[in-house]
């Protein structure tokens, strides 16, 4: 296998994607091993005159976040090195795992309630032992 750096990859289809590739080699045929693929699309703001970008999953339901992707797919591929956008894409896959971590939480884990059940609960037990004792 050879080293893993960041690139975009335009595909057959026309899309165009964000990903850590991994090149590799199997069964005499070369595979893009995609590690959190995203598209990104430049957004313009035209009353405040600003542009920004928009980060999405690839494919944006897939409980998996590393894909294959076959050569004869793509059209071209090119390194990336730009920092700020290497930032911004580390950003985005920090929020997206903390999203999944969050979506994942269970009694076990000590996950009894959302703050609203928990604010209800308490309220009930506040008015409950607030009343004087005659």
Same mark, same amino acid.
């Not at 893993?4 to 590799?24: D, N, R, T």
């Not at 920092?83 to 994942?104: A, P, R, T, V, W």
């Given at each position: 296998?050879?080293?893993?750096?960041?690139?975009?990859?335009?595909?057959?289809?026309?899309?165009?994607?964000?990903?850590? $590739?991994?090149? =590799? /080699?199997? +069964?005499?045929?070369? @595979? !893009?091993?995609?590690?959190?693929?995203?598209?990104?699309?430049?957004? %313009?703001?035209?009353?405040?005159?600003?542009?920004?970008?928009?980060?999405?999953?690839?494919?944006?339901?897939?409980?998996?976040?590393?894909?294959?992707?076959?050569?004869?797919?793509? $059209?071209?591929? =090119? /390194?990336? +090195?730009?920092?700020? @956008? !290497?930032?911004?894409?580390?950003?985005?896959?920090?929020?997206?795992? %903390?999203?999944?971590?969050?979506?994942?939480?269970?009694?076990?884990?000590?996950?009894?309630?959302?703050?609203?059940?928990?604010?209800?609960?308490?309220?009930?037990?506040?008015?409950?032992?607030?009343?004087?004792?005659?």
């Amino acid at each position: 296998m050879e080293e893993e750096f960041y690139a975009v990859i335009k595909l057959i289809s026309g899309e165009e994607i964000f990903s850590l $590739v991994m090149p =590799s /080699e199997e +069964n005499g045929r070369m @595979l !893009l091993i995609l590690n959190n693929p995203v598209t990104i699309e430049t957004v %313009i703001i035209k009353h405040m005159g600003m542009q920004g970008y928009k980060i999405d999953p690839w494919i944006k339901f897939a409980d998996d976040d590393t894909f294959l992707l076959d050569m004869d797919k793509i $059209v071209t591929m =090119s /390194e990336v +090195n730009d920092e700020d @956008l !290497l930032e911004m894409y580390g950003k985005f896959i920090s929020q997206q795992n %903390i999203k999944k971590n969050h979506s994942q939480l269970s009694t076990e884990m000590g996950y009894l309630s959302t703050v609203a059940e928990a604010r209800i609960k308490l309220e009930k037990l506040y008015r409950a032992t607030d009343k004087p004792n005659l």
